[in-house]
DNA sequence: ATTGGGCAAATCGTATGCAATCTTGGCATT
DNA sequence: AATGCCAAGATTGCATACGATTTGCCCAAT
């Protein structure tokens, strides 16, 4: 299986490559395809693919993927490889759990130091999100998920603090490839309105407000997916623990 | 220089090496060397003298350099190096702004996990801090910092998100070097009776007092340090960011 | 005396080679 | 037909080599 035309090469920002080091790009573009499911959960990441695929060493391709090891989009198996994630529904709830805990508190810190400028941007984002929200097929459907993240993200971005921006980010990450595995189909949309509803309270100064509806946001999110038991990817994951 | 000194080898289970990969045993070495400050801050950690020491390659010494910068306890430029952080008062205070978010949290979901056994675990180390305390020098403060913090760890390790462990793991790590920066001497004693106080309320099952009391602790730890502005370390710094 | 240029040493970034380990396919045996 | 075994191939773990970049020093010029 050749996983290249899984990776898109253009989300990337060329700026990057000068300042920054390779495999952050490598482990940026990877990062990408996996949370929006071009990479499935399990697909193995063979260091020699990722390097020629980027045109790099094995040395390379390997920081990128012991990087996503740490932010926990892989898992890497000891002379065995990397894999992507195939988080357990036991996984889900924590990481679920953390949000819970963590993100009324960005909020709280958001409201704090929120300008008319940010608030305008968040508007912009929303409606991108609505506008995949009105589109078909796969390909919105992710590009909805991404979405739906980065409002989250923008958000601890407002608040300042880096490393909880840090955090939400590997929390927001993790969820998409939760969220892809376990999701109900015809349901994530009830995202967005909460969305905007949060932003609302944020606008007019309300703290209080849009910590309680980021709250049920999260509720929401984690109610509409089916964390039952693992799906049938039978035996192996049944004898692996959780 | 030479940092071989100031790192104990003896501080890694011998059975990591086999099951676990060397960096991480490396990373746990340095790990403790950092953040009991045997190790200072603004310290440069070359991989070849961190490689040579540890009787490793310079490949596997930087993928333990490589972890260490990622959860902030060393700060890597490039084409120069790695060196032990040093952190701003800024960072410290994000980095208390996030325990007070995140530790309540831990503290909610341990009263509804701990067993009797845990309570015990939890008495034989605040005995132990208690020791240090009583002790004097700079071997037993370093001691009571780690032992401190080990009680915050054994806290997140009971509340059974694993998750959250790990950002408690790093925000432990990273309040140690600040405490060790900018902590005032003589007053670091305060924490023991709150920890003590923590655990009453927990093995009574009030969560609800034992999470207001952690965050008084934490408000307390915060308090006792010295965050007015940058110590000397002059115009480098101070024109960098923060 | 100070400043600027240039060379040398040190250190990092990266590629590659070799040994160890795991997987896979085939063959013999029951 | 199913199981156990063994060898070949593939992949990782690690060490080392080489080029690139930075730093520090020395010396000449002003």
Redesign the pocket.
């Known amino acids: 299986m050749n996983i290249s035309e899984k990776i898109n090469f253009t989300d990337t920002a060329p700026e990057d490559r000068s300042q920054e080091?390779?495999?952050m790009a490598i482990r940026e573009s990877l990062r990408n395809a996996i949370i929006d499911r071009r990479l499935a959960p399990g697909t193995k990441l063979?260091?020699?693919e990722v390097g020629s695929l980027f045109d790099?060493?094995?040395?390379?391709a390997?920081a990128a993927l012991q990087m996503l090891a740490f932010e926990g989009l892989v898992k890497?198996e000891?002379?065995?490889?990397?894999f992507v994630s195939n988080p357990s529904p036991e996984e889900a709830r924590q990481i679920f759990a953390s949000r819970r805990l963590i993100e009324p508190g960005i909020v709280a810190a958001a409201v704090e130091r929120i300008t008319p400028e940010d608030i305008s941007r968040f508007r912009r984002q929303l409606d991108e999100e609505q506008r995949y929200l009105n589109e078909r097929g796969p390909a919105a459907r992710r590009a909805e998920i991404k979405a739906s993240g980065d409002f989250h993200l923008m958000l601890a971005s407002v608040a300042g603090n880096v490393i909880l921006q840090r955090f939400m980010d590997e929390l927001v990450a993790r969820s998409s490839l939760v969220i892809a595995l376990y999701g109900r189909s015809g349901v994530s949309s009830c995202g967005h309105s909460e969305h905007t509803a949060v932003l609302d309270a944020l606008e007019k100064g309300d703290g209080e407000r849009a910590a309680r509806l980021m709250i049920h946001h999260i509720d929401h999110i984690e109610a509409d997916l089916d964390l039952q038991l693992k799906q049938g990817s039978g035996l192996k994951d049944a004898l692996s623990l959780a």
């Open positions: 080091d390779r495999s063979s260091e020699s790099v060493s094995r040395t390379v390997r890497t000891r002379n065995r490889g990397a």
